[in-house]
C-alpha cells in the first residue's frame, strides 16, 4: 500500500512539473506574441511615414514649375585637359 501512494506521489509531483513547464511554455509564447505584434506596428506605422514623405515630395514637385522643366545635364571634361600638365623644366 506504502508503495502505491509513493507511486502515486510521484505521478503527482511529475504531473505538477508538467503543469509547470506548459505553463512557461505559454507564458513565453504569449510575449513572444506581444513583441512580434509591437515589432509589426512599428515597421507598418514607418512604412505609413515614408509614404506620406514621399507623397508631399511628389506634391511638391508637381507645384514647382521649374521643377518640372529643370533637366540634369552631367558635365563632362575631356580626360585629355585634364592630363594636361605644364612642363616646368
Do not use: F
Not at 501512494?5 to 510521484?10: D, P, R, V
Not at 533637366?71 to 580626360?79: N, T
Amino acid at each position: 500500500m506504502l508503495k502505491q501512494i509513493e507511486a502515486l506521489e510521484a505521478d503527482l509531483h511529475s504531473g505538477h512539473a508538467e503543469v509547470a513547464t506548459y505553463s512557461e511554455l505559454v507564458r513565453r509564447h504569449t510575449r513572444t506574441e506581444q513583441l512580434a505584434c509591437k515589432v509589426t506596428d512599428d515597421h507598418v506605422a514607418e512604412i505609413y511615414r515614408l509614404q506620406a514623405v514621399q507623397e508631399a515630395r511628389m506634391a511638391r514637385k508637381l507645384k514647382d514649375p521649374v521643377a518640372k522643366k529643370r533637366k540634369v545635364v552631367a558635365l563632362v571634361h575631356p580626360r585629355a585637359a585634364t592630363r594636361r600638365a605644364v612642363a616646368s623644366n
